[in-house]
């Protein structure tokens, strides 16, 4: 009977077993030439590069670094807000609020309501609108300046005729009256 073991289970297929049963999965049972990658562990918060890729172990789960992390960090709203601790049900109002201020609509209203009690909400409102004006001055500007600086460019239409959409002189006294009205607007203070 014995004999016939030995026949069936070879040494590796032992060792295999003994492996596995003293949870040393990793070990090998048997020698082996040429490549061998190099094994490395990583733990929570490591960075590495692999592959051309970069990587990183957060909450247990590898996954690669992009450069658009930090712009979903910004945009996608977390579970529960940073503030107050309580879920942040996704809906209209708390978007809003966390695109605004970060948190959720509630803390939005608490901290408002603080500011009114203690006096300090024109000056925080004020705040707030001059900052809104200067994000849409700085919109028009850049759309002032690409419409200066626009030389016209030959389109391929859907006939694959070449188009040329170049656009007729444009008056230099306009252009001076919009950066007039950018710098008027620059320094309003609402």
Known sequence: ??????????????????????????????????????????????????????????????????????????????????????????????????????????????YETHLRITGKYKEYEKKLMNANKDSFVDDYEQAVEAFANDKGETYMSEAGHAENWSKAEVNPEVIKALKDNIKKLRELEL
């Not at 040494?11 to 048997?30: G, H």
């Not at 890729?53 to 960090?73: A, F, M, P, S, V």
Request: proline share 2%; charged share 35%; with cysteine.
């Open 1 to 110: 009977m014995s004999t016939q073991l030995n026949k069936e289970f070879s040494k590796r297929d032992v060792q295999r077993m003994r492996n596995i049963l003293t949870n040393n999965t990793a070990d090998k049972t048997r020698v082996q030439a040429g490549y061998e990658k190099e094994n490395r562990v990583y733990v929570e918060g490591d960075i590495w590069e692999e592959n051309g890729k970069t990587w990183t172990i957060e909450n247990g789960l590898k996954q690669t670094i992009t450069k658009h992390d930090k712009l979903r960090q910004i945009i996608v709203m977390p579970l529960k807000c940073p503030e107050c601790e309580k879920a942040m049900k996704v809906n209209d109002l708390n978007k809003k609020m966390w695109s605004i201020h970060n948190k959720c609509f509630d803390c939005v209203v608490e």
